[in-house]
């Protein structure tokens, strides 16, 4: 019986892999280790709390005594715990690099000192950087063009360095872009429903070309469960399935199912270093582990929707808070809430 370690387990999508897991019958227990960042929140595993599996410990990744505690007592980890905005790692990359990088030197170190039967390390499909054609494999050359992207790729890089050297059994996942309930309202798919479902306008950047592949983050989580059970230490699994979409296509659906129309859109300057298009093929995962997708996009955009609009005590008030940092206040404010694609 596993005891599994989820870092990050309070955001957007490790709250969804922790319901996920604590309905397995051979995993006995779950901790979730999480700082609590702006983008973490306790409420977003609610009811899981019911299950006695189920631990909370409120640190971060970066505490090495307190990780090396945990990893005395967990058989296996499954690290998602991340800064995770493109655009706040414009203006705090540092912060992306200890904890993406640092952070996950310190887990696999706990891991590499206390041996452990699969650590999963979560990241992303912006490490190939931006593909004008084609798809990129798990062989093909990791070239990240923003900070965010930058911090994952050295963050794999670093975790698959402890199984070369240390035996680690390591694994990387790397996903397309992840929809669904419980993720933060700076987040472009959230951020346009809440701000349409106000009645407030939305904004653009560039000509809305970018291409990013939207992936139901249960799909993503059935994903990674695979890659926990069955994966080869040592090996990276894409992890896509989604559908893709341009910006303004995106953006059609999403003011389709607010009942908004391209009245309430305009376009503002492009950010920096927006990849034009992200894009991978994830036969290893589908053809090694049996993973196989069943999220329709539309039917999971308009349920994301739905749950938006029924729970507005769960995102107003992050909209809101006097406290929050910059970043949160630029992207919120009603005049220049444009945001990047993720
Ligand atoms: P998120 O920002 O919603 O959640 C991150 C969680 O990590 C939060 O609960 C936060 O409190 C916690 N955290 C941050 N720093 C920490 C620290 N130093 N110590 C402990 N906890 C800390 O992110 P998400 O969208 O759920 O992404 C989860 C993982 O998946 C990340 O590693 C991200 O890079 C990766 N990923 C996300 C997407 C996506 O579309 N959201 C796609 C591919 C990969």
Redesign the pocket.
Known sequence: MEKVLV??????????FVKRLLHADDIAEVTV?????????IE?LGEAFLSPKLRFVH?????ADLVDDLLSRHTAVV???????VDRSFFEAG?FL???VL?TQTLADAAARHGVTKFV??????VYGPLPEGYADEDAPVRPTVP?AAS?AA?DFVALSYFHTYDVPVCV???????GP???PE?IIPLFVTRLLQGLPVTIHGQGRHVRNW?H?ED?CAGIELVLRDGIPGEVYN?GGGTDFTTRELTDVLLGVCGAGWDRVSYIPDRRSNDLRYSMVWDKIANGLGYSPTHDIMQGIADTAEWYRRNPDRWAPLMRNPYAPAATVEVTAPAEEGTGV?
């Open positions: 870092t990050g387990g309070a955001g957007f999508i490790g709250s969804h280790l999480d700082a609590l960042t702006y983008a973490g929140h977003n640190g971060n990744i970066l505490d690290h998602l715990a991340a800064e995770s905005h912060a200890s904890t993406n952070g390390h979560v990241s992303t499909d912006e965010y994952k963050g996942t790397r996903s397309s872009n992840n929809y419980y993720q933060h987040k992936l983050v993503n992890i993720r």
